[in-house]
């Protein structure tokens, strides 16, 4: 059962809450592979490793708290992606889960494209050599100056998301004498989190032109009625964390609805349908994600089949994995600072980093697991919450799990699947720095995204 946010986070617990773990794991120093970036192990002296490294050398290496990315699980996650959708598709990364230029090389390399939602993140993409056409811009609310950048460097698409962007992308591509290839998002009514969906006429949220009431139907007439816009396709993201592929049927089948309207009032068969992302990841051993393939055949049955009742050729599917390929990739490795024990109710473990790195928790009440990395343990299980260091009682890590009973100052925790929506959301709220991004393979490891520093801060602060 969801809990209720408050805009000042949630209340310290003075209960157990509903649903919180009846019984601890029956082995504490047991790793579960669907958490865990896959070159994660226990050693045989109880220290966790990655990448054939053990975490208490990283920590003393590169400090805590800092992120951990497993460079040949990520490079195997887009593999699998790829592969999955095969050349007939396309597989764009959503930059927003993370993004950095050591990254978009990595995808580069293995052959996926790139969507971006922000001035940065494109020059990120393009200062790190992605080519331009390979890269997809989105955005509800793009600038002037976005929109040029994108148009000048020759972006493979801009996904549309207002009426008033249709006229801006196509003015800027007419004063630029180009044609810029472009899709229109639509919101087709469904909204879908893990194994449910809700299908309604409306949606009541600030992205894409609505279906109901032929806004988006409109909006299609506009842009093909410019000459600065190719139109080549319709776009729909219909939720996040979804471990089940029956919302995208329903979507599916009210964008190929529009589909055959475009065909029958303008004689024209868009080439591509881009199903968006959000596909969720196992961040906990309850959940249950799908396969790459799993989903690549369910959702090419889905789209093929409402074509076929539509009379349409079967367009070129794209989706955008962004999550389900960084977010298992990473852990973050923190030191533990105290350990305090309220009798009857939990044990509260406060590290050194918190809500700052990870916002997820106190946020959307994200749930997460935690291990002992720096040591294995024999000693019971107790139920802990793990907080972070800032004045803010909301500021919680993980929210309920279990630890060894003599966890203690000094020891290292990790928190498995991080490599998503952490760093990229993270903030210097009490002027806490922000963590590095150590990638490691192969049993070496190096910064792609260094440490923040005190300099870092006062550079900015111009006084």
């Not at 929109?147 to 007419?174: K, M, N, P, T, Y």
């Not at 899709?183 to 809700?198: P, Y």
């Not at 806004?215 to 190719?230: F, I, M, N, P, S």
């Amino acid at each position: 059962m969801s809990r209720s946010a408050h805009p000042a986070g949630p209340r310290h617990g003075d209960v157990l809450p509903e649903g919180h773990p009846t019984a601890p794991p029956a082995d504490l120093n047991a790793l579960d592979p669907k958490v865990w970036a896959r070159t994660v192990r226990r050693a045989d002296s109880g220290v966790l490793t990655v990448g054939g490294i053990e975490v208490t050398r990283l920590a003393e290496e590169f400090g805590t708290p800092a992120y951990f990315l497993d460079e040949s699980d990520f490079r195997a996650r887009v593999h699998d992606w790829r592969t999955a959708f095969g050349p007939g598709a396309d597989v764009f990364y959503a930059g927003k889960a993370f993004l950095s230029r050591a990254v978009v090389r990595w995808l580069h390399e293995e052959g996926i494209n790139l969507d971006v939602c922000s001035g940065g993140e494109l020059a990120t993409a393009l200062d790190a050599g992605m080519p331009a056409e390979r890269i997809a811009l989105h955005g509800n609310n793009k600038s002037m100056a976005e929109i040029e950048r994108a148009v000048e460097a020759g972006v493979g698409r801009i996904v549309l998301d207002s009426f008033q962007e249709i006229v801006r992308v196509a003015h800027v591509a007419d004063r630029l004498g180009r044609r810029q290839p472009v899709q229109i998002r639509v919101t087709v009514g469904v909204e879908a989190h893990t194994h449910e969906f809700i299908a309604t006429a409306h949606e009541d949220q600030k992205f894409g032109i609505a279906l109901a009431d032929g806004q988006a139907a409109e909006a299609v007439r506009r842009a093909l009625g410019l000459k600065g816009l190719e139109l080549v396709g319709i776009h729909s993201h219909i939720g996040s964390q979804i471990f089940d592929t029956a919302g995208f049927e329903v979507a599916a089948r009210r964008v190929v609805s529009l589909l055959a309207e475009i065909r029958d009032e303008h004689g024209v068969e868009l080439p591509e349908i881009d199903l968006g992302g959000g596909l969720g990841i196992a961040y906990t051993s309850e959940d249950d994600p799908r396969e790459p393939a799993q989903i690549a055949k369910s959702l090419g049955e889905i789209v093929t089949r409402e074509c076929e009742a539509a009379r349409l050729s079967t367009p070129r599917i794209s989706v955008e994995p962004g999550r389900a390929i960084v977010g298992p990739s990473a852990f973050t490795l923190y030191e533990v600072g105290t350990v305090k024990p309220l009798d009857g109710l939990r044990t509260y473990v406060s590290v050194d980093g918190g809500m700052s790195d990870n916002i997820r928790t106190a946020l959307y009440d994200a749930e997460y697991t935690v291990a002992l990395a720096s040591r294995a343990s024999d000693a019971e299980p107790m139920l802990v919450r793990v907080v972070g260091k800032h004045c803010e009682s909301g500021d919680i890590v993980v929210r309920d799990a279990f630890l060894p009973a003599d966890l203690a100052p000094g020891d290292l925790i990790a928190v498995p699947a991080t490599g998503a929506y952490c760093r990229s959301m993270a903030s210097n709220y009490n002027h806490a720095l922000r963590p590095p991004v150590v990638a490691v393979a192969g049993g070496g490891a190096r910064t792609i995204v260094r440490r923040e520093t005190e300099e870092d801060l006062l550079r900015l602060d111009v006084g």
